[in-house]
DNA sequence: CTGTATCCGCCGCGATACTG
DNA sequence: CAGTATCGCGGCGGATACAG
């Protein structure tokens, strides 16, 4: 096999890109994780604003949209006052997030590795 | 289990997070499938930069250079004229090539389902 | 061939304030 | 409670030019 040919992750339509994208907006997985973790794979947005330490509330309503548009989760409204939002897993997230958990399970398998590097030792190169 | 508790992916500073920004820099994930790709692991500074169409050499670089100080992947110079410089991947850039490709396949097979939300029927919300 | 250095536009994302 | 609108900064990342 030659080099210049894109057998990888060459071009830039495939769907290996396209799942990279979903990780894009860095909480897209965060959301999906959470949603998750809930009963029902649902959740109110201020639940959700309390279980992401560090979101802000611009970053959740945003992401959120583009999650539904790409069809991970959808959106439910109860008209009462105040109204009540809740945000659900579609079967799409539901089964992106098995991959997920398997990257999330691998962050935990190997923590120790990437503590030894994220510390930066103290020499290194050069 | 009640809101607020960051049993998810809550902790600034967990496993799950570390992982996340491995994919931080775009390029990581693609750079490491197509080491893979090659035999042994391993390839040269120009393969690479053929071989990811839409990459600069700058990015290349510098998206290697991180790899290497996360311990993703090694630096490998041959003293001759011109240089060549070979990446090759770690035991821990090829422990995290399996959750990478199980992302991948799943793209893969779940490409239809996105297609049909990438390209936004017509008609949504408002 | 490999790598570094600038210049610079674009946009992710937080902070803050306001409407229903 | 849920959502939108603005302002602003930091930095990703491309284009280009230069060096070993």
């Known amino acids: 096999m030659k080099a210049g040919t894109p057998d990888?992750?060459?071009r830039e339509d495939c769907a290996p890109?396209?799942?990279?994208?979903?990780?894009?907006?860095?909480w897209t997985s965060m959301i999906l994780?959470?949603?998750?973790?809930?009963?029902?794979g649902a959740a109110r947005t201020g639940a959700l604003l309390r279980s992401l330490p560090g979101i802000s509330k611009?970053?959740?309503t945003q992401t959120l949209?583009?999650?539904?548009?790409?069809?991970l989760i959808?959106?439910?409204?109860e008209a009462t006052t105040p109204p009540a939002v809740e945000y659900r897993l579609t079967a799409?997230?539901?089964?992106?997030?098995?991959p997920i958990d398997l990257l999330y399970g691998w962050g935990r398998a190997n923590a120790d590795a990437l503590d030894l590097l994220t510390v930066r030792p103290s020499s290194r190169r050069r």
């Open 65 to 71: 949209r583009e999650m539904e548009g790409s069809g």
């Open 33 to 40: 994780h959470t949603l998750a973790s809930r009963h029902g």
């Open 17 to 26: 890109r396209r799942v990279l994208e979903l990780f894009a907006t860095k």
């Open 58 to 60: 611009k970053m959740l």
């Open 74 to 77: 959808s959106r439910h409204v």
């Open 8 to 10: 990888a992750a060459g």
């Open 92 to 98: 799409l997230g539901t089964r992106f997030l098995e």
